[in-house]
């Protein structure tokens, strides 16, 4: 069988051999390193600046820790999934990725979300774990916990064993935030039976 392509430069494939097969391998190491380094150096600077994702759930304000957040998704549709909790709502294509959406206001114990025009599905970050996200009504932008007062270490009303959101914060015009860690929520054997 021929092919029409046209061969590969000596080289190309990796060929340490070649001429400037080393130095290719090289110079593709140094730029992997430099790539990790300032993907480090973002997060990094994320949480020195205590820089947070605020969301509103329902009723509630909410700060995600930037780290722990994949990317925000237009609401669309959801495939439902039978025997399932009335909280996980079912499965979406996220960019090729079939991904669970929570309604965390459900899962709470609090009236399900009517979404509405401003409606979000706010996605785990990969290292989690767990092809998940959350759907928000809405997303209020970032806010610096250096801005906000610590208040009470657990929140008035938190469900048991809800120690995921066991942060509290006051902003300066009065409005409570609790702050969600996402790694203890995926940790959270409740939330990870999502079966009825």
Not at 83 to 91: A, I, V
Not at 96 to 123: C, K, S
Request: charged share 20%; net charge negative; proline share 7%.
């Amino acid at each position: 069988m021929t092919s029409d392509l046209p061969d590969l430069p000596p080289g190309a494939e990796g060929d340490d051999s070649a001429p400037g097969g080393a130095e290719r391998r090289s110079r593709l190491r140094q730029y992997q390193v430099q790539l990790l380094e300032r993907m480090q150096a973002a997060q990094s600077e994320a949480v020195a600046t205590g820089r947070e994702l605020g969301v509103l759930i329902g009723a509630r304000h909410y700060l995600l820790d930037l780290t722990q957040v994949g990317e925000i998704v237009p609401h669309h549709s959801v495939a439902a999934v039978p025997l399932t909790r009335d909280w996980y709502l079912g499965l979406a294509n996220i960019r090729g990725n079939l991904t669970g959406i929570v309604d965390l206001a459900r899962f709470q114990d609090e009236p399900a979300l009517q979404p509405g025009a401003e409606a979000r599905f706010v996605t785990f970050a990969p290292a989690l774990g767990l092809p998940c996200a959350l759907l928000v009504s809405r997303v209020l932008g970032l806010r610096k916990l250096a801005d906000m007062t610590a208040a009470a270490a657990e929140p008035d009303g938190a469900p048991a064993g809800a120690h995921w959101r066991a942060e509290t914060f006051t902003d300066s015009d009065g409005l409570a935030w609790q702050r969600l860690d996402l790694a203890l929520l995926v940790a959270d054997p409740r939330f990870l039976h999502v079966g009825r």
